[in-house]
């Protein structure tokens, strides 16, 4: 299996921008057996599109609440998922909110933040999956919602994790045919594949456990659904899911334009604030932020 950076989010990087890339993961042979079927066609394509660079698009349809739905959001993003950099601009009701991540962390900037919630001359939230939170519920519910427009989560759970697959048939992805499955994939399970060659990933998983109340100790399977829309060339080009959580609903990620070059640009350190330094009343009133505009 090649060598590839961890994609995932982590929060909390100020005293440290510049982040090492993380080894590439792999078992204790240095390499994977391939699924069968319909699952390893999934798995073939994923790892693929994980060596890609591309140009995501992005709807948000919020959780039905009462009867209701929010109308969706939508935003564009550009992912080197090989080295997994990545940046979002996604449009609301509120204004436009921004997300950065690198190998090893993850920025928000939200458009409009409660007074007095960050400090002064401070714009963007960072966390980081090194520190161990004192309120682990709510730096697990920021990392589950900022992740969920990360293409690089949902394929790298799909790559490490994936239990079962089956063919739903053929589907028009931006006009191009491409045969769409439905993957049950084991968060415990990718979790657990990663293990110490990827802990940003490990623990990403495992904030994700947390926000929606699992326990990545407790025995049995924590399933998630992933559609994956594999395109003629082998390549995922489209991903839906609900990621759990996340208190977003459902996202859905069109990936296209592949190839290229892309370096993700992070902003200022002197901009940034860490949210395991906030009170854990500010901590939950972004959450509450993020969820008002993105569910």
Do not use: C
């Not at 990718?190 to 929606?212: D, N, S």
């Amino acid at each position: 299996m090649r060598r590839r950076t961890s994609f995932s989010g982590v929060l909390g990087l100020l005293a440290a921008i510049a982040v090492a890339a993380s080894p590439a993961r792999a078992d204790a042979s240095g390499t994977s057996p391939v699924p069968s079927g319909s699952l390893g066609t999934v798995t073939t394509a994923v790892e693929r599109t994980l060596d890609q660079t591309v140009i995501v698009s992005i709807v948000l349809a919020g959780a039905r609440v009462f009867g209701s739905a929010p109308p969706p959001l939508r935003g564009q993003g550009h992912f080197d998922l090989a080295t997994g950099q990545g940046q979002v601009t996604m449009h609301g009701p509120s204004g436009t909110e921004k997300r950065i991540f690198l190998p090893a962390a993850v920025f928000l900037h939200e458009p409009a933040t409660p007074a007095g919630v960050l400090p002064k001359g401070k714009t963007w939230i960072s966390a980081g999956l090194t520190e161990y939170p004192t309120d682990v519920t709510a730096f697990s519910e920021f990392v589950a919602q900022v992740e969920g427009v990360n293409p690089g989560l949902l394929l790298e759970q799909v790559a490490l994790g994936g239990v079962s697959a089956v063919s739903l048939g053929q589907r028009q992805v931006a006009g191009v045919p491409a045969t769409e499955y439905l993957v049950n994939v084991d968060l415990k399970r990718a979790a657990a594949t990663a293990g110490a060659t990827i802990p940003g990933l490990r623990r990403a998983i495992g904030y994700q456990l947390v926000a929606a109340g699992g326990n990545s100790t407790k025995r049995g399977l924590v399933l998630q659904k992933i559609r994956v829309w594999v395109d003629g060339a082998g390549r995922a080009v489209q991903l839906q899911a609900s990621p759990p959580g996340s208190g977003i609903g459902t996202t859905t990620l069109a990936m296209g334009r592949f190839g290229g070059g892309f370096r993700a640009t992070t902003p200022a350190r002197a901009e940034v604030v860490d949210i395991a330094t906030l009170t854990p009343g500010g901590e939950q009133e972004l959450i509450g932020g993020i969820d008002s505009d993105a569910a």
